[in-house]
């Protein structure tokens, strides 16, 4: 075959390529996508999680990803899927969604599961800050880091891989645990990290750490946000976790709970934290640069996680709950918590017995006058 066939026959080539990657309409993507993220909802909550132990699953999800990265698959959809907003739905958007319902949700599996994926997520989040940088240095980064992202995010959630437990279990565990377990005391409430906290956002003291901050660059700024909000709250997530799966006291129960609760507390803040983390990334493209942007970030983000304020809790149940239509199962949740702490703290069967009947008759009057207020208003 001569050269000038040759030439017309890769013409030939890309033209049906470029042919076949317009075949799909814009918007038909946008709902095939959006059909697919809509089915992921429902297998992350009833497929039970492998904890990566199927090397089956990590081949064939290398397979797909190959597939979908090759010529096979339209432009159109790479760019639509494997973008910045792709990897928002599936690093954050689903995995908030699922931790919300796994608050409102009485057990504790799904409460471990889900914070061990954001233990693992925000490790992989703000080691990677720097990554932007790059990416205005180097087109090849620029133009796959999204592909990259997409599918480290998808095989950190995907039940079948179960990404975040592999890497929890074999790295974590094994070499980060035993670090963390000698600085234990000053990760819990009430440590010497968190007065220190509690102190610089002291009125007397704030001034003087804003004028600090003020005064960095932009870039250091935001990294600095970002830090507070992911290094101090993954130490204390990894030690709350690994509390639940080393009771070794003689009040095992006890324990239990509170350990459990830390649990909860945690899953909380990152619920709340990733939608804060969110809104900066995309606001600080029209607002980032006035003054006072990041230190109200950097507030907000303080809020989120200090005790003091249980500023995660009060946004988690005012704002996000209600959002996702989960309210009526967190006040489920909190009756059966409530109950468990009853049942905890009367140890006496006989007396456990008539105290949960007149309880259960004081539920059942308040909700009989509650409703018939109106009606009794009316004849009155």
Partial sequence: MSAAEEEIVVDDEVSFWES???????????????FGVVGMVPLLSRVKRSGGKEIK?????????????????PEEFQDIVFSEGGVLVVGTLLPVYESIVAVCTFGEQDDNEWLTFWIVNGFFTYSTEFMDTIADHSQFVADHWYELEFFIALWLLLPWTDGCTVIYDHLLVKFVLPILSKFQPYLESGSKVQLLVLTLVNSG???????????????????????VGTVYPILSSVMALAATHDIKTK???????????AVT??????????VLFVSMDYLETFVGRIPGFYSLILVSTVYLFLPMFQGADVVFRRVLVPLTGQYEAMLLRDTLLLKQQMEYNIPNKHMLSNIKTKAAQMFLTTTSTTTNTPSESKTE
């Fill in 20 to 34: 076949y990657n317009t075949v799909l309409p814009r918007w038909l993507i946008l709902v095939i996508a959006a």
């Fill in 57 to 73: 699953a990590h081949i064939l999800f290398v397979i797909i990803a190959a597939v979908l990265l090759s010529p096979l698959v």
């Fill in 205 to 227: 003291y704030l001034g003087l750490v804003w004028s600090i901050f003020v005064m960095m660059p932009e870039g250091i700024k935001r990294f600095a946000v970002i830090g």
């Fill in 251 to 261: 009040k095992k129960k006890e324990n239990k709970v509170i350990n459990q609760h």
């Fill in 265 to 274: 507390y945690w899953l909380t803040y990152w619920s709340c934290f990733s």
